[in-house]
C-alpha cells in the first residue's frame, strides 16, 4: 500500500474540518448504517435460480425492444444463449440493475411456465418494495432515486465498515494536505462540488442503473486531483505499507504527479475495462467526476494564487 501523506496529521488541530468531515461520516454510519439488516437478501430473485430465470425473462425482454431503444442493449448479450443456465444467471444480476426494466417487469407478458412466471412476478413485486425500504437506497444516489437531497447524502454514507475505513483513511491524508494548502473553506467545496461532479458521472454512465451509490470516493477523487495540481512541489512525501517488520513500512518522497498513475489512471483503466452493470461495485466514473472537477479546481486555485502574488509585488 501507498498513498500520499505530505501533511503531519499528527498536529490534528490545524485540520479542523477534516477532522469534522471524517467524524461526521463516522457518525452517519454509527447513527443509521451499522447493523441494518435488509430483507432483501432473502429474496427468491437473488437465489442462483432466480437469477437465472431473471436472466430468461430480460432476455426476452430485450429481444422485444423497439428500434429505437435498441442502444440500450449492451453489446456483450448479443453473444448469449437463453439455454446457457450459467449466462442467464449473469444476464439476470444485469436485469435486477435495470431501472427501465424493473418499472415494466411486472406488466409484460412472457413465454414460458405461465405459473412459474407469475410466481416470478410476485417475487419481483417484493424486491421493487424491499429495495425501495433499504437504508442505502434512501441515501444513495440512483437513477431510481436522485433527489437533490440524494446528492449530498450519499457524500457521507457507506455500506460497511471496511467500506467506511478505506475511505476516511485517504480523507484523513489528502484532506489535512488540502486544508493545509488551501484553507478550510477550499476544502469543503472541493469536497462538496467534487462529490456533485462525481454524482453526475456516475449517473452518465449508469442512466438506467438501480445500484445506489455512496460513499466519499469521489470526494476524494476530487482532492487528490486538486492537490496534484494546486501543489507542484518536484516532490512530497508518500507513505508506503508492506508489512510491519521494520523497513518494511515508512515514508518516501515521490513527485506529486505520482498521484496519477497511483490512484486516478487507475480509475479510468478500470472504467474502460469494465462492463457496464457488472463491475466489482466501485462507480469509476463517479471517481472520475470527482477527479475532473478537482482537476479544473486545482488550475483555478493555482492560477487564484499567482494573480495573487503579481498584485502583491505591485
Known amino acids: ?49 432466480g437469477l437465472a430465470l431473471s436472466g430468461r425473462i430480460y432476455y426476452q425482454y430485450l429481444q422485444k425492444l423497439s428500434s429505437k431503444d435498441l442502444f440500450r442493449k449492451p453489446e456483450w448479450v448479443h453473444a448469449m444463449r437463453s439455454d446457457n443456465s450459467d449466462q442467464m444467471t449473469v444476464l439476470g444480476s444485469y436485469a435486477l440493475r435495470d431501472a427501465d426494466f424493473l418499472n415494466v417487469a411486472e406488466k409484460l407478458s412472457y413465454r414460458g411456465d405461465q405459473v412459474q412466471i407469475a410466481s416470478w412476478k410476485t417475487d419481483m413485486h417484493d424486491f421493487r418494495k424491499q429495495y425501495s425500504e433499504q437504508l442505502l437506497f434512501r441515501f444513495g444516489l440512483s437513477s431510481l432515486e436522485k433527489g437533490p437531497l440524494s446528492w449530498l447524502t450519499y457524500q457521507f454514507s457507506h455500506s460497511t465498515w471496511l467500506h467506511l475505513a478505506s475511505n476516511l483513511m485517504f480523507l484523513v491524508v489528502i484532506g489535512a494536505a488540502v486544508e493545509s494548502l488551501a484553507g478550510s473553506f477550499v476544502l469543503l467545496l472541493v469536497y462538496v462540488i467534487g462529490g456533485l461532479a462525481g454524482g453526475l458521472g456516475f449517473l452518465l454512465s449508469q442512466s438506467s442503473g438501480t445500484v445506489p451509490m455512496v460513499g466519499a470516493s469521489a470526494s476524494i477523487s476530487a482532492l487528490l486531483a486538486f492537490y496534484c495540481v494546486a501543489e507542484l512541489r518536484s516532490r512530497v512525501r508518500f507513505f508506503y505499507f508492506v508489512s510491519p517488520m521494520p523497513g518494511h513500512h515508512g515514508s518516501i518522497y515521490l513527485p506529486t504527479f505520482m498521484i496519477f498513475p497511483l490512484f486516478l489512471l487507475v480509475d479510468l483503466a478500470n472504467l474502460w475495462s469494465t462492463p457496464e452493470g457488472l463491475g466489482s461495485g466501485v462507480a469509476y466514473a463517479a471517481h472520475l467526476g470527482g477527479t475532473l472537477f478537482g482537476l479544473l479546481g486545482g488550475y483555478a486555485y493555482r492560477m487564484g494564487a499567482k494573480s495573487h502574488t503579481v498584485l502583491t509585488k505591485y
Open 1 to 49: 500500500m501507498i498513498l500520499p501523506n505530505p501533511a503531519n496529521i499528527k498536529d490534528y488541530t490545524r485540520f479542523p474540518l477534516t477532522i469534522t468531515l471524517v467524524l461526521l461520516n463516522v457518525f452517519i454510519f454509527i447513527l443509521i448504517f451499522s447493523g441494518n439488516q435488509s430483507a432483501i437478501s432473502n429474496n427468491n430473485l437473488l437465489q442462483e435460480d
